[in-house]
Every structure is written in structure tokens, then in C-alpha cells.
């Protein structure tokens, strides 16, 4: 079984601080994801990396960046946290080259920014 | 893929069939997906369908397409309380890892 880990499941964090939100996976995927997941507006993607130190934007980068220094590590950046950026925040992973496409998804981490 | 659209709230008493609509908007969409969310927990694939066909059946699932009204549905049948979740439908296009998720439907059971 692909198991994604997420390492926290809830974070409190003050405005203007640095957050680092941390996904690792355990299978050997070449595909990570970022996504944040609100109400009524269900999932948008905020990066995504096809490979080691690789990266794309997704729909919505602004206010994030992206680290992938390792294959089973994706960690997501929020360089000066805002309130409109507490939302939950899921990761998840494929192998490159598949189809039908099935994401592995991570618990979520809830981050909550006063 | 560009916008995907579904209800969000549905309310449905256990035993009865639960029907989930999604309607997408890129007709070049190879698969179509629903994905389940369970309380505290990530999205999990529950069944998908390729775009050349109208109907797949799974168990209790049913996925219906109407490729040209864009619009995609699950039926569950005989609702549970473990039925109880967010449903996501996506879409994506061949050799594209990447998929737009609908808005996400939270399925209610009224026992």
C-alpha cells in the first residue's frame, strides 16, 4: 500500500511567520502534489514536481514555494503567512506515466494562521 | 481542464440510492474520476471511467456520462451510514498527471 505521510495534522501559526508543511511517500513516485482544499471551492492546486528539484505551478503559487530535494519529499513553503492562507492542505503523489490516474492522497494538515 | 462543478450539500436516507452530480467543461477529457473523502482523512479513489463509454458498474456504484451535456454522475445504491464523505469528481487528459477536482458534494445520511 502507498502510504503519504503528512507531518502535521494540525498547525496554529501567527501572521508573517515562515511555515513549512512536509509530505513524504513511501513508493517511489515521481509525481508530488500540493493542494489546498476550502470550502465551495474544492481542490486547487498550488505546485506540483515531476522529479527531484523539479517544480510547476499549479493554479494558485502566490504566497507559496516548493522544495524537493529528495524523491519521497515534498515540502511546501509559505515564506510570510497570511490569514487567507489558513485552509487544509493535502498532498499527494503518482507514478509517472500511468493511466487512469490515481492520486495517493495524505491525512491533511489544517493549518490555521492568526 | 477548466471549471468542474457539483453541489455541495446532498442529504439522503440510509437505504435509498444516492445520486452525485458533476458537470465539466473540457470535451477533451480522457477519464473522469470520483474520489471519496472521509472525515479527517485524504481523498481516495473510488471508481473512474474512461470517455468512450456511457456506463460502469461497480458493486453498488454506478457511473453514468453524457459526453455531450458534459455531465458526469455516481449513484450509490442502498446508502449507508459508511457512506457518509465528500464526493469529488475530476477530470484529466491522457498522459497528463494532473486532474481538476470539482467543488466536492458532502454526502449526508439520514438514518
Known amino acids: 500500500d502507498v502510504k503519504v505521510t503528512q507531518s502535521s495534522r494540525y498547525l496554529v501559526k501567527r501572521t508573517g511567520e515562515k511555515v513549512f508543511l512536509e509530505c513524504v511517500q513511501d513508493m517511489d513516485h515521481e509525481n508530488m502534489f500540493w493542494y489546498r482544499q476550502d470550502p465551495g471551492l474544492g481542490l486547487r492546486l498550488i505546485y506540483f514536481?515531476?522529479?527531484?528539484?523539479?517544480?510547476e505551478k499549479g493554479d494558485i503559487p502566490e504566497g507559496y514555494s516548493v522544495s524537493r530535494e529528495k524523491k519521497e519529499r515534498f515540502s511546501l513553503i509559505l515564506e510570510s503567512a497570511s490569514t487567507n492562507q489558513t485552509s487544509m492542505y493535502l498532498c499527494a503523489t503518482i507514478r509517472g506515466g500511468t493511466d487512469p490516474v490515481e492520486q495517493f492522497f495524505g491525512p491533511g494538515t489544517r493549518l490555521t494562521v492568526l | 481542464g477548466e471549471d468542474v462543478e457539483q453541489s455541495l450539500f446532498l442529504s439522503v436516507r440510509e437505504g435509498d440510492s444516492s445520486v452525485i452530480n458533476c458537470t465539466y467543461t473540457?470535451?477533451?477529457?480522457?477519464?473522469l474520476y470520483w474520489y471519496k473523502q472521509e472525515p479527517g482523512a485524504g481523498l481516495q479513489l473510488l471508481t473512474y471511467?474512461?470517455?468512450?463509454?456511457d456506463m460502469k458498474q461497480d458493486q453498488r456504484l454506478t457511473v453514468l456520462l453524457n459526453k455531450k451535456d458534459k455531465h458526469l454522475s455516481l449513484r450509490i445504491a442502498d446508502t449507508q451510514t459508511g457512506d457518509s464523505a465528500i464526493y469529488f469528481c475530476a477530470e484529466g487528459l491522457f498522459g497528463n498527471e494532473k486532474l481538476t477536482f470539482g467543488t466536492g458534494t458532502r454526502l449526508t445520511i439520514i438514518p
Open positions: 471511467i474512461f470517455s468512450n463509454m
Open positions: 473540457d470535451s477533451s477529457s480522457t477519464y
Open positions: 514536481s515531476y522529479d527531484v528539484k523539479m517544480k
